[in-house]
């Protein structure tokens, strides 16, 4: 009886700490499955006919965006950036006047950006012209849209320039057989007359 009563002790100390080291990482491939599921359920909630909204809700949806650049040294050039936001069909963004990002797109004025998804095996990847615009309206609207922006920045805004892309052009690429693929050219009115805010 003694024996007895000391093999369940053991089971009980040894055996529950045991359940409860299986239970996180189960616990664990439940959220990133509800991960993969909310994510999978925003690119199926897309409308693919319209290709501008679909980059514009991703880079809301992926707020940190990869940019590249061709360096002045003439190899490519990658580092995060942010989308600011979207008004008839422009792109906007920003740089700073001292940033090398900012002498390369003068020099090279071609812009591509990428946002990858490794759950749903899905990117969005657009270029562009970079065209370049200090009118204070649209600073404005930059730093409203990121407080990134106004907490680096806030204090020194004469040296944020912003910028818009032309010529742009997208794709949806997916590994998922839930999604599929798009492209799309994503003309705007300044694609049309060629005119530049200045």
Same mark, same amino acid.
């Given at each position: 009886? =003694? ?7 053991? /089971?009980?100390?040894? &055996?529950? $700490?045991?359940?409860?080291?299986? @239970? ?36 809301? =949806? ?7 650049? /061709?360096?002045?040294? &003439?190899? $490519?050039?990658?580092?995060?950036? @942010? ?116």
């Amino acid at each position: 009886m =003694k024996k007895i009563g000391m093999i369940l002790l053991s /089971l009980f100390m040894f &055996g529950c $700490p045991a359940q409860k080291q299986t @239970e996180k990482p189960a616990q664990e491939e439940v959220n990133e499955m509800a991960q993969t599921s909310d994510t999978l359920e925003f690119f199926k909630s897309l409308n693919y006919e319209d290709g501008l909204d679909v980059v514009v809700q991703t880079f809301r =949806k992926f707020p940190l965006q990869y940019g590249t650049t /061709l360096g002045l040294d &003439g190899n $490519p050039q990658i580092r995060p950036l @942010e989308f600011k936001f979207e008004e008839d069909g422009i792109l906007y963004f920003d740089t700073v006047e001292f940033y090398t990002s900012y002498k390369e797109m003068q020099t090279h004025p071609y812009l591509q950006i990428c946002i990858c998804d490794q759950e749903t095996m899905t990117y969005v990847r657009l270029g562009g012209k970079v065209n370049f615009t200090k009118d204070e309206d649209i600073i404005n609207r930059c730093f409203e849209n990121s407080p990134v922006l106004t907490s680096q920045f806030g204090n020194r805004r004469e040296v944020v320039v912003g910028y818009y892309l032309t010529e742009v052009w997208a794709e949806f690429q997916t590994f998922s057989p839930e999604l599929k693929n798009y492209t799309w050219n994503l003309k705007n009115k300044f694609d049309r007359c060629n005119t530049i805010i200045p």
